[in-house]
């Protein structure tokens, strides 16, 4: 047990360094902006008081964001998905894994569960022992389940999902704002710098030269840094908006969830504005900051599906409830996240709908609104 007990304490110590390296980076970088670039190198007042005003705008919103990525828990599932205790005495005494199934569909009959595994089997995590709710996985490197996961991210040594996604979004962005910024101004002064006066003293240099001083390599290096980290952030934060936009998580998008009535990789999309929604809010004015707006409870989710599930008992549409942006919601009505984004306004012009009739095993039509996919 000794040796385990170091070894994990050893990992948890080394899945700090990505997060340092960031830290370190980014305060050499404030250092090289604020004081060789606009302290010793440039040399107009007006200039330098434009750049450090939206410098430092830009640096308070990512070193938010990126805290709020970093130091957010993991949203985990409710109590009620645990299995009561004599139910799951039972299931560990049973051997015969259709036995087990059959505990686990029936504590699951009043849960609001639409997903199951690719064999149809109840979601269920033995390590965790909880019944997985829909878009919930089991992260290795938390060694926990997580709501909506998305995926365990090394850079933040934390498990993005329901209750920082939002965060981690806003986090690519502003990095790519702080470093396009720097890129963007620093490139005259880079430049400047191939040409370099090599005389000591500014006042003996032409106007459109710089002195050779020691703020040369920090205006060098932090061109070519900036220029490649907003590089590499940008074809990640845009395969992040795709994700926001279909309503998946990069598990879903490698792996489509599977209903009851088989594997559907739109099952949770809603429309475009509808999937901003969930996960940044209804409130506009709040979308750009990294405070809690997302919609729902990570639970439940609505779903195009969710009406011609036959094992799953009809809920009634209860008045919408808004968004906090002090946290997550806790234990809720099962409707709440369907009430906040189906509400009375399930039709948009935006989407293009069709009308499918489908049947139940009663032989009973539903006519179901589903969302075309181009």
Known sequence: MAPSHVLRCCQRVLAWIPVIFIALVVCWSYYAYVVELCVFTIPNTGEQIVY??????????????????????????????????????????????????????????????????????????DRCQVIKPDRCHHCSACDMCVLKMDHHCPWVN?????????????????????????????????IKFWTLCRRKSAENCPKNQLPDTHAKFHVLFLFFVAAMFFISILSLFSYHLWLVGKN????EAFRAPVFRNGPDKNGFS?????????????????????????????????????????????????????????????????????????????????????????????????????????
């Open 270 to 374: 809603l429309g475009f504005s509808k999937n901003i929604a969930q996960v940044f809010g209804d409130q506009k004015k709040f979308w750009l900051l990294p405070v809690y707006t997302s919609l729902g409870d990570g639970h439940t989710f609505p779903t195009r599906l969710v009406n011609i599930d036959p094992e799953q008992p009809t809920v009634d549409l209860q008045p919408s409830i808004k968004s906090t942006i002090d946290g997550p919601a806790n234990p809720r009505p099962l409707s709440e996240s369907q009430n906040r984004l189906l509400g009375n306004d399930q039709h948009y012009a935006e989407d293009n709908l069709d009308r499918d009739a489908i049947k139940t095993e009663g032989d009973q039509t539903v006519t179901v609104t589903m969302e075309s996919e181009s």
């Open 248 to 251: 998946r998580s990069t598990i």
């Open 52 to 125: 450090l005003i939206i410098f430092h705008l830009s640096f308070i919103m990512f070193v938010w964001s990126y805290w709020k990525t970093i130091f957010t828990k993991p949203a985990n599932p409710s109590k009620e998905f645990c299995l009561p205790k004599a139910d799951k005495e039972q299931y560990e005494k049973e051997e015969r894994p259709e036995s087990q199934q059959e505990i686990l569909k029936r504590v699951a009959k009043d849960l609001p569960l639409y997903t199951r595994t690719g064999t149809g089997a109840i979601r269920y995590c």
């Open 158 to 190: 934390n498990c993005v999902g329901f209750s920082n996604y939002k965060y981690f979004i806003l986090f690519l962005a502003y990095s790519m704002v702080y470093c396009v910024f720097i890129a963007a101004t620093v490139l005259q002064y880079f």
